[in-house]
């Protein structure tokens, strides 16, 4: 179960692109792929981050490792801002933060025999000798379900699934505290896919792993998550415990996510909620909600303002001004009984 200590606190996150408009000679406008996002990430928890492609969850996992350079805002890990430090500085705190890739092959080096791969990032960041690191890497191979048989061989003699657990042997190597998964199973058949969930849950109890997990997927976001924020546009819409959110989503774009998934038993069945229309392009995002577009609840002052992030409960936080509605509505109620 994860406690309440802040592992990484993330404040007013924006990164932000400059890019050229098209068919207008010297223009340049700015692509807000992370626009405002504030966050904390408890120790031991799964942090799912779900939305459509665009919505800019990947540039946030991204930005929190500096892999891409914040705009604005503080990365705050174990109490160090990361956002102020500059090269060795940051690689220390940076070895305690790995990746895990979509694409397990794209980033295996295919030169390279899977002992090498897994051993470069203790050779670098380590002192063990070369007798310990074997001893490490005989050690990550085998927790991640190979045998030490698969040192010897190149990633091209590996299916996409045990690509995807050398990629997790690798990012483990130098004992890390958080994990950011990017899409990490996406590009998994499905039976693969939950073996490669369970293998990351057992790490986690394991070496008491904090992940930030990526995905468009809902059905996998459910697996292996603790908390869920959804994200549209940049920016949080919602965030709150697994259980709540699948059980009682309030965002009117949550909602219609979770209306797409395919249910199994017919009691269950969702109210369907429609959404209307693509993602709009973050380099030009609407005024106001930046869902109102596309949101069947829109009202006329969801074109001129923008909802901010607030708590409706213990559990939940969302960003939709149905909700402040609903709070006037039963302040005005619980003041008449008063009177
Ligand atoms: Fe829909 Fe308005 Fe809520 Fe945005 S703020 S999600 S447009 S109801």
């Known amino acids: 179960?994860?406690?309440?200590?802040?592992?990484?606190?993330?404040?007013?996150?924006?990164?932000?692109?400059?890019?050229?408009?098209?068919?207008?000679?010297?223009?340049?406008?700015?692509?807000?792929?992370?626009?405002?996002?504030?966050?904390?990430?408890?120790?031991?928890?799964?942090?799912?981050?779900?939305?459509?492609?665009?919505?800019?969850?990947?540039?946030?996992?991204?930005?929190?490792?500096k892999l891409v350079?914040?705009?604005?805002?503080?990365?705050?890990?174990?109490?160090?801002?990361?956002?102020k430090l500059k090269s060795k500085a940051l690689q220390v705190h940076r070895n305690q933060m790995q990746m895990i890739f979509q694409d397990p092959f794209g980033s295996l080096n295919p030169r390279m025999r899977i002992e090498k791969i897994i051993e470069e990032p203790i050779k670098m960041h380590t002192t063990l000798t070369k007798s310990e690191r074997k001893k490490r890497v005989?050690?990550?191979?085998?927790?991640?379900?190979?045998?030490?048989e698969a040192l010897k061989k190149l990633p091209h003699e590996f299916s996409?699934?045990?690509?995807?657990?050398?990629?997790?042997?690798?990012?483990?190597?130098?004992?890390?505290?958080?994990?950011?998964?990017?899409?990490?199973?996406?590009?998994?058949?499905?039976?693969?896919?939950?073996?490669?969930?369970?293998?990351?849950?057992?790490?986690?109890?394991?070496?008491?792993?904090?992940?930030?997990?990526?995905?468009?997927?809902?059905?996998?976001?459910?697996?292996?998550?603790?908390r869920v924020a959804v994200m549209y546009l940049g920016r949080i819409v919602e965030i709150a415990t697994k259980d709540s959110l699948y059980a009682n989503p309030l965002h009117p774009y949550t909602k219609a996510l979770l209306s797409a998934i395919p249910v199994v038993n017919f009691d269950q069945k969702r109210e369907e909620i429609p959404i209307t229309g693509e993602l709009p392009s973050p380099v030009d995002?609407?005024?106001?909600?930046?869902?109102?577009?596309?949101?069947?609840?829109?009202?006329?002052?969801?074109k001129q303002n923008r909802p901010l992030l607030k708590e409706v409960n213990d559990q939940q936080q969302v960003a939709c001004f149905l909700y402040e509605e609903k709070e006037k509505k039963e302040n005005t109620v619980s003041s008449m009984v008063q009177v």
């Open 1 to 65: 179960m994860p406690n309440k200590e802040v592992l990484l606190k993330v404040s007013n996150l924006k990164t932000y692109f400059p890019v050229k408009v098209p068919f207008r000679i010297g223009k340049r406008s700015v692509l807000k792929a992370v626009d405002d996002i504030s966050l904390n990430l408890y120790k031991g928890e799964t942090l799912g981050i779900v939305g459509e492609s665009g919505s800019g969850k990947s540039t946030l996992g991204r930005t929190i490792l």
């Open 69 to 83: 350079e914040p705009t604005d805002g503080e990365i705050i890990f174990e109490g160090q801002h990361l956002e």
């Open 138 to 148: 005989v050690e990550l191979i085998e927790k991640v379900g190979l045998s030490e």
């Open 160 to 226: 996409g699934g045990q690509r995807q657990r050398i990629g997790i042997a690798r990012a483990l190597a130098i004992n890390p505290k958080l994990i950011i998964a990017d899409e990490p199973v996406s590009a998994l058949d499905v039976s693969i896919q939950s073996q490669v969930l369970n293998l990351l849950l057992d790490l986690q109890d394991e070496f008491e792993l904090t992940y930030l997990f990526i995905s468009h997927d809902l059905s996998v976001i459910k697996h292996i998550s603790d």
């Open 285 to 302: 995002p609407p005024v106001g909600c930046a869902f109102h577009q596309r949101c069947p609840f829109a009202m006329e002052k969801c």
